[in-house]
Structure formats: C-alpha cells, structure tokens
C-alpha cells in the first residue's frame, strides 16, 4: 500500500483473502491509522483474481483488466463498470449453459438453422420453420412430424430445431427410433422399462430420427408406443421419417396400433413434408455440371 510521501511494502507467500487483511492490518498500524489523500495498491489484480476463483467468476477474471482500461478511458462510473463486469459474466455463463444443453441433447453432428438452404428446397416454409425455432409449440407441448424421403434434409432440420430448443433453454433428448426401440425391450427385460420410459418423459422435447428406417418386433413397437402417453400435451415429440403417415403401417404392423401412433402424433401438430427430391443429389449434380463447364 503507498499514498503521497509513504509506503509499506511487506511480501508474503499466497495472495488469500487472510494475507490481504493482514497486509492491511499491517501497513495501517506502521502509517498510524487511514492515511489522507490518495491510497494506491501494489497487489490489486492478485486480489481480484483470487477472490474472482473463490467466487466462481471466470469470465470477471479473465477480462476486468480489458474492462478496467476501457472504464479508465471512457470514463465510466463505479456503477457502469460493475454492470459491464456482471453483464459479461452473466452472457458467457448463459453461452455456457446452452452449449452444455446442446451437447447433453447427444445430437451426432452439428446442424443449424443458419447452415440450411431454404432455396434447395421449395417444399419447405422458410417463414414456419421460423417460427417454430421460437418454441411456442415445446412450451404447449404439441408434435412435430418431418416426413419426406433421404436427401431432403428432413434430419437436417430436426437437429436444427433441437438445437434451438436446447439453446432456449429447453431440455432436449435426440434418439434414432431403433435405438429407442431396442433400449425400451431391454429395460423391459431388466424390468427398468418404468425408470426408462419415465427418464424420456422429463426432457421438453424428444427428437426421434430415422421412424421410417425401424423394423421393430411388435414387442419393440408397443414400447415404443408407450413412451408417447408419458408426454401426450405435456412435452413436445419430433418426428423425422422417410415414411409418409400412410406408410407407417409397414413399421407398425398392428393396425390398432399403428393408428393410436398416428394420431398422438399429429393431433394439435405441426407436420412438414420435405418432398421426395434429393437436396444432396441436385447439389452434386450442380457442382459436376459447373466443373464441366470450367
């Protein structure tokens, strides 16, 4: 510590809140009480860093002494520079938190709205998409079905749609139907299947990829049925299958079955069909015509 005229240095072997009153302690008993005028510390940035860890602030400890010069230059208040400290720290935690909702969604790639072609595909609504990137329907708990054949980016945009859920701070499960299928037959046969089926209910919304690519037995099928009354106008079911709605019977062989699933499914819902083109392939074809031109 220093002011006009004195100073009191005096080293010690950690910079711990202790050592800091004792430091204190020290130097005013040596200058005899508060000294006048302008008091300077030699160990400020010490301080704040080790209070910064003690407090868990990572993101205050890492940029205050970028935020402290702009504060010095501009001329910020006491109040203003405690906001932008405290506004940093709450926007990166907040990134953080998505981001760990986005990887515990257990997503296989990374796909996003801002990456998707809306021209490559005309079926596709750009304006409905939007709106269901807001997450209206998640917080009513109402379906969505993706239906269309490989190559139209119908897993592209229920990824894309996870995604923005799990970044709106909704919990979110993504899962391949046979996956689905093959995890409920097994926690039956372990007698988990109420912990297993009660686990997917929790999530705000459960993405179920590749319906039309399962052929499950119809034990794997009933299972898999029962996991939709535990979320029925509670949490939110996406679907992405390569089957149209009238196909499913191929997946669900019981009739009964298969139009209870329909019907849960869709009823108060959103349904896309993303058509029956390949995107990718018009794609490839597009970049070979360009190369053979050049």
């Known amino acids: 510590m220093s002011c006009p005229g004195k100073a009191v240095h005096r080293i010690f072997a950690s910079a711990g809140q202790e050592v800091f009153l004792e430091g204190h302690v020290h130097a005013l008993n040596v200058l005899s009480g508060v000294p006048p005028g302008k008091v300077r510390y030699d160990n400020l940035r010490a301080a704040i860093d080790q209070a910064c860890r003690m407090l868990r602030l990572p993101?205050?400890?890492?940029?205050?002494?970028?935020?402290?010069e702009t504060a010095s230059r501009e001329q910020m208040s006491y109040l203003g520079f405690l906001s932008e400290l405290l506004l940093a720290e709450c926007d990166d935690r907040a990134r953080r938190r998505s981001e760990r909702r986005v990887k515990a969604a257990g997503f296989p790639r990374d796909k996003s709205l801002r990456k998707f072609d809306f021209d490559a595909n005309?079926?596709?609504?750009?304006?409905m998409v939007h709106t269901l990137a807001k997450c209206g329907w998640i917080k009513k708990g109402l379906p969505l079905c993706l239906i269309g054949d490989s190559g139209t980016d119908r897993s592209h945009?229920?990824?894309a749609l996870g995604t923005e859920a799990a970044m709106a701070?909704?919990?979110?499960?993504?899962?391949?139907?046979?996956?689905?299928?093959?995890?409920?037959v097994e926690a039956a046969d372990e007698?988990?299947?109420?912990?297993t089926i009660a686990r997917y209910g929790r999530v705000d919304l459960l993405c179920i990829d590749e319906l039309g690519h399962m052929e499950p037995d119809r034990r794997g099928a009933e299972l898999l049925f029962h996991v939709l009354p535990e979320r029925e106008e509670k949490n939110s079911v996406a679907i992405a299958s390569n089957e149209s709605l009238s196909g499913w019977a191929k997946t669900f062989t019981d009739p009964r079955l298969c139009a209870a699933i329909v019907d849960?499914?869709?009823?108060?819902?959103?349904?896309?069909?993303?058509?029956?083109?390949?995107?990718?392939l018009a794609?490839?074809?597009?970049?070979?015509?360009?190369?053979?031109?050049?």
């Open 59 to 68: 993101t205050i400890r890492s940029r205050f002494p970028e935020l402290a």
């Open 122 to 127: 005309s079926n596709i609504d750009p304006a």
């Open 157 to 159: 945009l229920l990824i």
């Open 169 to 184: 701070g909704h919990r979110v499960e993504y899962v391949l139907a046979t996956k689905l299928a093959d995890e409920l």
């Open 191 to 195: 007698k988990q299947l109420t912990k």
């Open 264 to 280: 849960r499914l869709t009823f108060g819902g959103n349904i896309i069909e993303t058509g029956t083109d390949s995107c990718r």
């Open 283 to 294: 794609t490839t074809r597009a970049r070979a015509e360009q190369q053979a031109i050049a």
